[in-house]
């Protein structure tokens, strides 16, 4: 192994799944942070094999607006201040049809990832039709759409810099 998600979807999960302290309030992502869990994570593989490359790895980063993108770069930056071996961040590219973002929009997301200077990669990729998890034909329009939006964000990640 080269590579591992070593911290895989922490801010979703954080997000979705909110532990309750001893009052019943959730727990916030740097509240998290602070219990050392994704430190330990990130030493303990490290002291394994310190030839592995280490990622943190997340979902909707790219297409969601607010918390989630700024929860991100906020475990990101913490993890990095506490000299952590972090050697990349990982983007899940989940796109929905009925909301797909401008690629504008993506290269301001993709440059603010740029901005923590660790190498990016794109983990997963699809363009999605219909409800999840249902059988669903594409229309011929359909079909188009997903191309070109597929062919555009191909081009995107292979011309940015900072994409590995």
Request: proline residues 4%; glycine residues 4%; contains cysteine.
């Amino acid at each position: 192994m080269f590579e591992w998600d070593a911290l895989n979807h922490p801010v979703h999960r954080n997000l979705k799944q909110q532990e309750r302290d001893s009052k019943g309030r959730g727990l916030m992502v740097h509240e998290w942070m602070q219990r050392d869990l994704y430190s330990e994570v990130l030493q303990q593989a490290h002291s394994l094999n310190p030839a592995l490359k280490l990622y943190l790895n997340e979902s909707d980063i790219l297409t969601r607006q607010g918390t989630r993108f700024t929860e991100y770069i906020q475990l990101a930056r913490h993890l990095q201040q506490q000299k952590l071996p972090l050697h990349g961040i990982g983007c899940m590219a989940h796109f929905r049809s009925d909301n797909l973002p401008s690629m504008a929009t993506l290269e301001t997301r993709l440059d603010s990832l740029a901005k923590l200077q660790l190498p990016i990669k794109i983990t997963e990729f699809d363009v999605q039709f219909g409800q999840p998890m249902r059988p669903y034909i594409q229309s011929s329009q359909e079909l188009e759409l997903q191309k070109r939006f597929t062919e555009d964000f191909l081009t995107l990640c292979f011309s940015h810099q900072d994409i590995v």
